[in-house]
């Protein structure tokens, strides 16, 4: 193959790889905003900037869209998550050090970060839970990088000073501290007055699930 062709070839899959991005997250947006049954492949064509058939062309149906659409987002969310609990894994391999309080603030406070900056994971996970997670159910999805972080740090418990705590129990508390509260952030917290945007509530929301993970790993 001729230079000429092989650069033609890898503008193709350049443009490719742009037009399946944009595909993707002009229809992420949309399913979260107007649930699966309210959008067509039009309108995601026309967020995306492309042509009426351009979804279609590379997703096939809608319904194989949706599932594209949840898989990444599901493997955004486990990379972001893994991220934020790297300095639990980190504390746990270490033989000795500072308490595990700053490396559970580091953990918590990274996956509000994800969250925060992505509105359209919360809205399509509620969506799903609206109508029975019938679809989600069919998607093949990663979500251990919490449970594993708590795991590793239960297997060096009893040598850092911690009870032996079920991982359930933590994996458990942190998601429902950190995704219950964005996913009612228009409802639950507005009645409180809480707005997790705001960078003093949400240190002071980082310092409240940080204690109470503190409290069933054995430290407060």
């Known amino acids: ?33 107007h649930g699966f049954d309210g959008v067509s492949l039009g309108q995601i064509a026309a967020a995306a900037e492309l042509s009426r058939g351009t979804p279609s062309y590379f997703f096939g149906s809608k319904e194989q869209l949706y599932r594209a659409v949840l898989e990444a987002a599901f493997e955004d969310r486990e990379e972001a998550a893994r991220d934020a609990c790297r300095p639990l894994v980190a504390w746990a391999g270490s033989d000795d050090g500072p308490s595990i309080e700053k490396p559970l603030a580091m953990a ?8 925060l900056s992505r509105a359209s994971f919360l809205k399509l996970i509620q969506r799903e839970e609206l109508v029975g997670g019938s679809r989600l159910q069919d998607v093949p999805r990663e979500s251990k990088a919490i449970e594993e972080a708590f795991s590793v740090v239960r297997s060096v418990a009893p040598k850092r000073g911690l ?10 508390v942190f998601i429902a501290l950190t995704f ?34 503190l409290h069933l790993v054995g430290l407060n």
């Open 1 to 33: 193959m001729s230079d000429r062709a092989k650069s033609r070839d890898g503008d193709r899959s350049r443009d490719a790889d742009r037009s399946r991005r944009l595909i993707l997250g002009a229809a992420e947006e949309l399913f979260a905003e």
């Open 108 to 115: 918590v406070a990274g996956y509000l970060d994800f969250l």
């Open 163 to 172: 009870k032996s705590f079920a991982v359930q129990d933590a994996v458990l």
């Open 180 to 213: 219950f509260p964005l996913a009612q952030r228009s409802t639950f917290m507005a009645a409180l007055g809480k707005d997790l945007e705001e960078a003093r509530v949400r240190r002071r929301h980082v310092r409240l699930v940080t204690d109470q993970l």
